[in-house]
């Protein structure tokens, strides 16, 4: 795990050094141990590399590296966990290593079968540049399914790319115009979605594909070598003939063995154990594996956000050496203050702040993790997989006036109203609303008026149903679109999830928060194996009755009694609202004073003042409408100076 970044301009090699070494420091903490860079000759690009040591901590495994021949230069971030494998084949064909990195074994492999050839054999997360002395070009690589970010900025002819936009902000000719695209997308999904980046002329590279580019200023030739949507769609078109018995056996064993790959290192390593499914089911295959166990969790003094106790019963059972944290909410609002440099693009999904305790957490023991993430958008894990199949046959059913009424009349009592109603029903029916009930009945008002299941999911799923209604100067409506793949309701809404939020969001997230910490985030249950074979096994093993995630379970509780996980789905979050009415309202109010918001030009100073009144008051279920206002503005005047 590492950051990367590079240069190509027509500034001079001693501007350019002294740039690099700019990008480079801007966020050290994502390579502490080492850094360096290296300059191709007439004309080409500055590679640059910050190290953070996990396998040959020796000089072999220094970066920038080159390829046994010379022909190849690469500065690389990620894990490949088969390069062992591919190295024992490499030695066959006559190659000899130095050290054993990783790092070595790519470049080998590139040399020997050619880059396309070589990605696809790749188990791993990666993003990399490779500058071809021979053919004089400059390629950009990332992992199939997003798990290690790649942005690349060109302006004015000029080329600069790097593991975070931090990094390129830091480059003199860089423009930070806001592209308003890119603004309206993340007041939708309170993230900046797909290839898209929050300021113009920038984007990401797309997961699972290769941009060649054979000068600075040209568009790049983009070669796709993998793909979500293909894979759904072979897989629906070819399911499996199994049981449950077999499924379970088959998701076990790809697991099982995705675990020890994403056990090699040179350095110690844990595990973020929420005492959910996910990261108990990747807790439970290290224990299997006899390898050492450390499993790390907070909790909150807030028994609706806290599970501490779940994580600490999990741990017990499989004897693991757990490490707890009951956070206060003062040291969880002690992190908002460093949340807009730790993102550098605006991010306001508030589990932001316990990923990153967590994540500070383990490192105090160890260099490398291994998290649970993926569990829901590959298996079936969220309510809306559960649910929405459900919700669109009963909107179907119904007249849109019939609809629009009924929204109208749930919408018309304020969540703590709902809250209250709930609260005198017997436990029985309140489960069913799992946390939050009041805001549960506000979302579903927000859903009854869908029309089809494309905007049916994007309601799901948008923070601001229409983001312009906040926004001075929007640009389109910043939904995101994928392609239908012929699936049942709930595989449409899980390739979605698989290729939307879980990058956008979920693994931007985690990502990032690690870093800051100088930990790396492997995550299992994204192994591309794994995400194959799910989508062949039939859907009535994954979501079956109301329940989600049903291979999995069945999986864990050959490990763990079903009593500790069987449970109703909490999630990671923050009681944010509450906190925004108390001991962070000076904070907010600061960031939401009219005449910043007027002086910023994208907000609309009335509408946010209006929405800021009404969570006050308790009228509306508007906290994540707020989030995404508050990390903007944050964002803003980290960023923009405003």
């Given at each position: 795990m590492c950051g990367i970044a590079g240069l190509w301009d027509d500034s001079l090699q001693e501007a350019r050094q002294t740039n690099m070494a700019a990008m480079l420091e801007r966020v050290a903490w994502r390579g502490p141990?080492?850094?360096?860079?290296?300059?191709?000759?007439?004309?080409?690009p500055t590679l640059g590399h910050l190290r953070l040591s996990i396998l040959d901590l020796s000089e072999h495994g220094a970066q920038p590296m080159s390829s046994a021949s010379g022909r190849y230069v690469m500065t690389y971030n990620g894990e490949v966990y088969n390069a062992a494998d591919m190295a024992k084949e490499l030695g066959r064909a006559g190659y000899r290593f130095r050290g054993h990195s990783d790092t070595e074994v790519?470049?080998?492999?590139?040399?020997?079968?050619?880059?396309v050839q070589a990605v696809g054999r790749f188990v791993g997360m990666f993003a990399f540049a490779l500058w071809d002395t021979q053919e004089q070009c400059l390629h950009l690589v990332r992992d199939r399914l997003g798990i290690k970010p790649l942005y690349v900025a060109q302006q004015g002819g000029q080329l600069a790319f790097a593991s975070d936009l931090a990094s390129i902000a830091t480059v003199p000719w860089f423009d930070r115009r806001l592209d308003a695209a890119a603004v309206t997308s993340f007041f939708r999904y309170a993230c900046v979605p797909g290839d898209q980046a929050i300021f113009q002329d920038t984007r990401k590279v797309t997961p699972g594909t290769i941009e060649t580019f054979a000068r600075a200023g040209q568009a790049p030739h983009v070669e796709r070598y993998w793909s979500a949507h293909d894979v759904?769609?072979?897989?629906?078109?070819?399911?499996?003939?199994?049981?449950?018995?077999?499924?379970?056996?088959?998701?076990?064993?790809?697991?099982?063995?995705?675990?020890?790959?994403?056990?090699?290192?040179?350095?110690?390593?844990?595990?973020?154990?929420?005492?959910?499914?996910?990261?108990?089911v990747v807790a439970a295959m290290m224990v299997r594996s006899g390898a050492r166990t450390r499993t790390y969790s907070i909790g909150f003094d807030d028994d609706a956000y806290n599970e501490a106790s779940d994580a600490q019963q999990v741990a017990r059972h499989l004897g693991t050496e757990h490490t707890e944290l009951i956070v206060r909410p003062t040291e969880a609002m002690d992190v908002i203050p460093r949340l807009a440099e730790i993102y550098s693009e605006p991010f306001a999904d508030s589990s932001q702040i316990p990923t990153f305790l967590?994540?500070?957490?383990?490192r105090r023991d160890v260099t490398v993790v291994l998290s649970g993430d993926g569990g829901d958008e590959v298996f079936g894990g969220y309510n809306r997989h559960l649910w929405g199949p459900r919700v669109w046959r009963l909107l179907r059913a119904a007249p849109a006036a019939l609809r629009g009424s009924i929204a109208r009349w749930l919408a018309a009592r304020s969540p703590m109203e709902w809250d209250t109603t709930f609260a005198t029903v017997s436990r029985s029916v309140r489960s069913l609303s799992f946390r939050t009930p009041g805001d549960k009945v506000h979302k579903l008002a927000g859903l009854l008026p869908a029309n089809d299941v494309d905007e049916l999911?994007?309601?799901l799923t948008s923070i601001w149903q229409d983001p312009r209604s906040v926004l001075e100067n929007p640009l389109g409506s910043g939904l995101a679109t994928h392609p239908a793949v012929g699936g049942a309701v709930s595989e449409e809404f899980m390739l979605r999830d698989l290729r939307g939020y879980l990058q956008d969001d979920i693994l931007t997230k985690v990502d990032r928060a690690s870093m800051a910490v100088s930990l790396e985030a492997r995550v299992p249950l994204l192994d591309h194996r794994l995400v194959e074979l799910a989508w062949r096994i039939p859907l009535r093993h994954k979501v079956r009755e109301g329940v989600g995630k049903v291979v999995l379970r069945d999986v864990l509780s050959r490990s763990v009694p079903r009593s500790m996980f069987e449970r109703p789905k909490m999630g990671f979050g923050i009681p944010v609202g509450d906190w925004l009415r108390g001991p962070m309202r000076p904070w907010a109010e600061e960031l939401l004073d009219?005449?910043?918001?007027?002086?910023?030009g994208v907000l609309d100073a009335e509408v946010v003042h209006h929405l800021w009144q009404r969570h006050l008051s308790g009228q509306a279920a508007v906290q994540h409408q707020l989030w995404t206002v508050l990390m903007f503005q944050d964002w803003s005047r980290r960023w923009l100076g405003c």
């Open positions: 141990d080492a850094r360096d860079q290296w300059h191709a000759p007439a004309g080409g790519i470049l080998a492999a590139i040399e020997h079968w050619g880059l759904a769609v072979s897989g629906l078109a070819a399911p499996l003939d199994v049981d449950a018995k077999t499924a379970a056996d088959l998701v076990q064993d790809t697991l099982y063995r995705s675990v020890v790959d994403r056990q090699v290192a040179d350095v110690p390593l844990g595990v973020l154990l929420s005492g959910g499914i996910d990261s108990s967590v994540s500070q957490l383990a999911y994007a309601r009219p005449g910043r918001l007027r002086a910023g």
